[in-house]
Structures are given as structure tokens and as C-alpha cells.
């Protein structure tokens, strides 16, 4: 069926073909690299933005802590206290409190699962004991500016209350780092499933391109060569070659028109041949008859000059 096909159509249906196969290359490409972009998108914002966000609220915590021992211890050794400068930097501290509420809103609104949600809880309630049992009543101590018992619940409450919250920060992060891990592995994982698509696809490609290319190149020049063949045949007066056309196609076509060609040609010649055996016919009867007409004429004359000297012996008797 291939063969019947114009030429014209076997190429456009190449093309066609290496179209397909060149838009299934470019697709695979694309889809992995939106995988890819995807993957990146969500290790940023589920991971790396998480852990950024618990060594944020860390830091701010661990800050508050450093605060208010500094103000305690400040103030317990100093002499006279300094009210004004302790309620210039509890509002730091305030602060301070207000930036971690947010930042933990923000954590909480990101995807999570269910062993995310698990650490987080152990960490969010860490974290409220520590500010109920320890920072809210010491920052309420120091506002009163009673000094002594700040000291006494930043050595009770506070540093009891720290270490759990630590401990569960440093686990959620480890956690997130874990996953972070885990992730770049699934996206690795998914980037060579989607190399070696690509890599076979491209490989199908051009064994299609390849196969295509000898089928064409068989397909056309194949009955070319036989069809100079013959026209070098009847150039040099050989017309006894049978051409043979075995499809629809424009080779196909013009190998039935050189055999309608060399099938005229020979019965041209044939009737050339005819004819001069026709006129060779003639010219011997021509020839034949020329030379019976000219035996008679020389008969005749012959018989003239017989007459002529009878008549010349007659009158010269008389």
C-alpha cells in the first residue's frame, strides 16, 4: 500500500511522522520540566520556607529569653534599679512575641502532613507552656518591676520550660531537612524517569527516521536506476527491454510511459521496416521493367536499322 502512494504523499507523511515524534520529544521535555518546577516550587515552600520559619521563631524565642536574663540580671545587680530602661526594653520583647504569633499563622497555613501536623502540635504546645508557665509571667513581674520574681521564674518556669521547646523545634526542623531530602530524591528519581523517556524516545526517533529514510530511498531510486537503464538501452538501439512498473506512483507512472514509448518505437521501426521492404519490392519491379523496355528499344532499333539499309540497297538497284 506504501508504494502506491505518490511521492509526494510518502514525504509529507515523513514529515508528518518526524513531526509527531519531534512533538512528543519537546512535550516530554517540557511536562519534565514542569515537574521539575514544581518539585523546586514545593521544596521551597514546603520545606525550605518551614525550616526558615522555625529558625525564625527559634531565634526570636531564644532572643526573648536572652532578653529578659538580661534584664533580671541587669537589674538585680544593679544599684539603684532602672525602671525606665526595663519598660523601654519590654516592648522589644512584646514585639517580639507579636512576630512569632505571625510567623507560626504562616506555618500552619502551608500544606502539611499528617506527621508535619504531629511535631508541629508538639512544638506549638511546647512553645505556649513555655510563654504560659514562663515568659508571660515574667514579662508581668517586670512590669511591676518586681525583679525578684522575674529571677525566680527564669530560673524556674523559663529554664524548665526551654529545653522541651528546643528539642522540639531542633525535631521539627530535622524533620523538614529529612523531607527536604526526600524530596530532591523523588525529583532526581523523577528527572531521570523522564531523561530516559526522552533518550528512548528520541532513539525510536531516529530508528523511524532511519527505516523511513531507506524505505524512501529504496522506493525512489530503486525504479530511477531501472528507468535509466532502459533509457541508456534504447539510446544505443536496444528496445527489446521489457520495463516493468510495479506501483502507482510517479516512478511508476513514467516507467509505464518509457514502456509505451519503447512499445512505439518499435512498432515505428516495425512499420519503417515494412515499408522499406515495400519500396525495395518496387524499385526491383522498376528495375526489372526498365531493363524489358529497354531490350524492346533496342529491338526495335534494331529492326529500324534493318529496315533503313533495306531501302537504301532498294533505291540504289533502282
Known sequence: MFKNLAIKHRLAAVIGILSVLLVIVGAAGIAGMHYANSALEGVYKQRV????????????????????AEIV?????????????????????????????????????????????????????ARRRYGREGLVPALAALSAHDFQQAGEILQGPMRETFPPLRASVETLIEHQQAMTQKDYEA?????????????????AGIAV??????FMIRAIVRPLDEAVRVADAVAAGDLTRHISASSNDEIG?????MQHM???????????RTGVGAITVASSEIATGNADLSSR???????????ASSMEELTSTV
Open 49 to 68: 520556607l518551614r525550616m526558615t520559619q522555625l529558625q525564625q521563631m527559634f531565634s526570636l524565642i531564644t532572643k526573648n529569653q536572652a532578653n529578659v
Open 73 to 125: 540580671t541587669g537589674q538585680l545587680t544593679a544599684f539603684p534599679e532602672n525602671p525606665a530602661a526595663v519598660d523601654k526594653q519590654l516592648p522589644l520583647v512584646r514585639a517580639n512575641i507579636a512576630r512569632i504569633e505571625e510567623i507560626w499563622k504562616n506555618f500552619s497555613r502551608t500544606a502539611l502532613t499528617p506527621e508535619d501536623r504531629k511535631m508541629s502540635a508538639a512544638f506549638d504546645e
Open 297 to 307: 528499344t533496342e529491338s526495335q532499333a534494331s529492326s529500324l536499322e534493318e529496315t
Open 253 to 257: 507512472r513514467l516507467m509505464r510511459a
Open 262 to 272: 519503447n512499445d512505439s518505437l518499435t512498432d515505428t521501426i516495425q512499420r519503417v
Open 209 to 214: 527516521a532511519i527505516a523511513l529514510g531507506f
Open 187 to 203: 525529583a532526581m528519581a523523577t528527572y531521570i524517569g523522564v531523561r530516559n523517556a526522552v533518550i528512548a524516545v528520541v532513539i
